[in-house]
């Protein structure tokens, strides 16, 4: 038994009744995925997350990865007979076809499947997600020679696959890199070059690694342009399917990090490298991009998974730590759950959370509209509702999983800061989040960039009208509801006003809306989060359940009234513009009182 | 073969478990129902023989209908059917007659091996394998830390106070396993969706016949009670006579 409780309960009410799971359901395709048997599926994978993954996470954490002098890689020793069984029960085939093997099952479910086998070990989740976004590019890019050689395998979780995209010199921009791939005369291709920070490069829980590397064939255009996608697997493949020689990649080190030390993050070699181009030359970046949403609303998900960690162990601990007398109780001490600041740690966490859950899964489902809705319009909307809150997903999850992470080691006290409670690992573990993946910053730019102009606005514009229909509801729903409705209303005009402000002045002033980019995506997952969790509490009102409907009205109201407001607060940072930001120099940066020049010293 | 497994549903081991005080049973609404873990370890051995050979693997329970979400679990992990005796007559029932009515079942449903648990982790008798042994006239290999069976027997090894036993028997027979076997695997994502197609066959007592239905002896509750609270235990404070006063206070009870 290990200490996490997986949220099946939660995740089932959110499907059913937030984000409106039973319509994804219902598409062509997803007919054998109706709710209770996604239910009964979440059910069991949280049986299987609890009892196998999830105790492996501490020790994992203290054992580490280690690179061995022949330059192969061990991971923690409970890692590889729970990644035996991890493959065994098949839980990492859920979302992908039926065609090659998976489970045909929507996106969304893979997801809510994502967020526990994260919460349970998250160095150990690193695997497999690195397998996803693999797999994700050769569906969507490689020819069908390709896809029946690697998929199957890949998608039953028996060989495992790599994203090669950073050099030292190349890493937001990936442009920059120069890893070289020459054409041979059998249709192949060479590698040859460095790549860092490469997750599961190397390591002795699969057979089989599959790398996709990005490289520069001859002649290609500079910067992104020239960039194309091969497959370099660790060791060739015969015609037969069985193992070959070891192809020319090698493990030259691995890092030494603040957190995940379970996953091993590889410096990977590769000399004369044999390697098969995905779809044509310089098609490189393009395949990136398919797999991009579905990977950052990933890492956002980590920042949901570990914060939810954290959370239950704070908890537990809250409610065995006695400490000082509460008002009003009796006896030598209580338990530090019963006073107020301990109060506040814990619900903030527990609104946060239920917030970003709702936030992923909402994001998710889109997912699975924007490919499966038969209407082509309906299509369309959801790619670009996707691509609103991607980046605002990926960011303000693994922001509030570092915030939240901190906070659940502060309801510790010092015990928190000491490695034997397990609090600080979580904090560790997650700082990695805001950054891989395309920094938050990145997420930012993307947003304002790249986002908020699709169709002049309009895209935007009508999601954030969608949202406000829910003031309509709460009005409708009775005085409990007022003021959740009186401070979402007050949080949406200001939102709109900042978004009017980013489209107004984007064209005309790109560096004033970057400045601003990042305060501004907090708003929008602030107000996002509200927005979802006044849903849910709209929707439990129905349910023949005043337990659940006490919860959720709770939660909803406690994250208007406490939360929310902070989002009016970063108006100013959003519209301020650059002139602050670039108004001193480098020099003035590193030292504000600096002796005036030729002033007398005595 | 034909390799039957009993399976019960059982509170969760984890949670509080109550009696009803008024009916002297178990009550149920108490805590999450669960497979028991000692059947899953007897299931684990059925389908670690069906893993290689050719089996036919049955799981097979009584009780009440919420019991077929345990059936489910166990088709879930491999079972290829289920059998659920179902019937408000048997609410209640007892060891001797629930060993009547499950040696009814097996009677009709055909076995070359029956595995069950050693002991119910609710009931905690652990005299059921044998009844049913008993009743069905075949050998029974209680208790086993370890199981091999071949196509014509089953063999294992029991502890005892002593050492250890070897005990084999020709099929058919009962055997009964402990929590030393192997720990049993987890559903596989696809078989979850593939115990949704699954045979579960519901049997009444009227099914089972008239030997069944009619038990001769039945145990009757006659009085509940809630366990008494603890009380505060002796504390002997040593004041040189602490060894004394402790050798008394155990020959009290003697216990020495």
């Known amino acids: 038994m290990s200490n996490y409780r997986p949220p099946v309960s939660d995740l089932a009410f959110v499907l059913e009744h937030v984000v409106g799971y039973p319509d994804v359901a219902r598409l062509p395709g997803f007919e054998h995925a109706d709710l209770a048997t996604v239910v009964e599926l979440l059910e069991q994978c949280g049986d299987f997350m609890a009892n196998v993954v999830a105790p492996t996470n501490q020790p994992g954490d203290v054992e580490g990865a280690r690179r061995q002098p022949d330059g192969s890689v061990t991971t923690p020793a409970s890692f590889k007979p729970a990644y035996r069984q991890y493959v065994d029960a098949g839980w990492g085939s859920v979302p992908f076809p039926e065609e090659f093997d998976g489970g045909g099952f929507p996106w969304s479910v893979g997801l809510a499947i994502q967020e526990m086998l994260a919460s349970s070990n998250m160095a150990f989740a690193l695997c497999p997600l690195l397998t996803q976004g693999a797999i994700d590019a050769l569906l969507h890019h490689g020819d069908q020679a390709q896809k029946l050689r690697y998929l199957p395998k890949m998608i039953s979780g028996e060989w495992t696959g790599t994203m090669n995209l950073t050099e030292p010199q190349a890493g937001s921009d990936v442009g920059a890199l120069t890893t070289r791939a020459v054409p041979r005369a059998d249709g192949t291709y060479a590698i040859t070059g460095q790549k860092i920070y490469i997750t599961y490069g190397e390591h002795d829980m699969a057979d089989q690694i599959v790398h996709l590397v990005l490289a520069r064939t001859p002649n290609a255009p500079a910067g992104t342009k020239g960039i194309s996608c091969f497959i370099v697997p660790k060791f060739l493949v015969n015609d037969d399917g069985s193992l070959g020689e070891h192809n020319g990649v090698n493990c030259l080190s691995i890092e030494h990090k603040l957190g995940i030390h379970g996953a091993p993050t590889c410096v990977l070699s590769y000399e004369d490298a044999t390697g098969y181009l995905i779809g044509e030359e310089n098609l490189g970046m393009r395949i990136m991009f398919v797999m991009m949403n579905s990977a950052r609303l990933s890492v956002g998900t980590q920042g949901l998974a570990i914060g939810e960690r954290a959370y239950q162990q704070a908890l537990d601990f809250a409610q065995e730590r006695r400490q000082g007398l509460a008002i009003g109780a009796t006896g030598v001490n209580s338990a530090i759950i019963d006073h107020p600041d301990v109060r506040r740690m814990l619900l903030t966490q527990k609104a946060y959370l239920a917030a970003l859950r709702r936030l992923m899964l909402f994001n998710a489902v889109h997912m699975d509209r924007s490919t499966h809705d038969p209407d082509e319009t309906g299509r369309a909307r959801a790619n670009e509702i996707v691509g609103l809150l991607t980046p605002i997903c990926k960011s303000f999850g693994t922001d509030l999983g570092v915030e939240l992470t901190s906070l659940a080691l502060q309801v510790y006290g010092g015990m928190g800061y000491i490695e034997e409670t397990g609090a600080s690992q979580h904090y560790r573990d997650v700082r990695i989040t805001p950054i891989y993946e395309g920094t938050n910053g990145i997420q930012a730019a993307d947003l304002v960039g790249r986002k908020l102009g699709i169709r002049d606005g309009a895209s935007v514009t009508e999601f954030l009208s969608t949202m406000r229909e829910v003031e309509a509801e709460l009005a409708d729903a009775g005085d409990e509801f007022d003021s959740i409705r009186l401070e979402l209303g007050r949080q949406f005009d200001t939102l709109e006003t900042a978004t009017q402000w980013m489209l107004r002045t984007g064209r005309a002033d790109p560096n004033a809306v970057l400045s601003g980019s990042t305060p501004y995506l907090r708003m929008w997952g602030l107000c996002t989060g509200g927005w979802l969790l006044a849903r849910s509490a709209l929707a439990a009102r129905g349910i023949d359940d005043a337990e659940l409907a006490e919860t959720q009205l709770v939660l909803a109201r406690f994250y208007a009234e406490q939360l929310l407001p902070q989002s009016g607060g970063l108006f100013g940072a959003a519209t301020a513009g650059s002139r602050d930001l670039f108004a001193l120099d480098a020099a003035a940066l590193s030292d504000s009182a600096r002796l005036r020049q030729n002033a007398p010293l005595n | ?256």
């Open chain 2, 1 to 256: 073969m034909k390799i039957v497994v009993l399976v019960k549903q059982v509170p969760d081991t984890w949670g509080a478990r109550r009696l009803n005080l008024d009916t002297g049973w178990l009550d149920r609404g108490g805590s999450e129902a669960v497979i028991d873990e000692i059947d899953e370890r007897a299931l684990e051995a059925a389908l670690a023989y069906q893993d290689s050979n050719d089996a036919e693997v049955v799981a097979l329970t009584m009780g009440p209908d919420s019991a077929k979400d345990m059936l489910r679990k166990s088709l879930a992990m491999g079972a290829d059917s289920a059998v659920h005796i179902l019937d408000s007559r048997l609410a209640g029932a007892d060891l001797a007659w629930t060993a009547r009515v499950i040696a009814a079942a097996l009677t009709k449903l055909g076995y070359d091996l029956v595995i069950a648990g050693n002991e119910s982790t609710d009931g905690r008798g652990g005299v059921l394998p044998a009844l049913v042994a008993e009743h069905l006239g075949v050998p029974l290999a209680s208790y086993l830390d370890s199981v091999a069976i071949t196509a014509d027997s089953i063999a294992g090894e029991r502890s005892t106070e002593l050492g250890t036993m070897s005990v084999r028997a020709p099929l058919p027979a009962v055997i009964s396993v402990t929590e030393r076997t192997a720990e049993a695997r987890f559903p596989n994502f696809k078989g979850i969706l593939r115990a949704k197609k699954k045979p579960v066959t519901v049997w009444s007592l009227d099914d089972l016949g008239a030997d069944a239905a009619a038990s001769p002896v039945r145990s009757v509750v006659l009085a509940t009670s809630e366990r008494p609270a603890r009380s505060a235990g002796t504390q002997i404070v040593d004041d040189g006579t602490a060894g004394v006063e402790l050798a008394e206070f155990l020959a009290a009870r003697h216990l020495i």
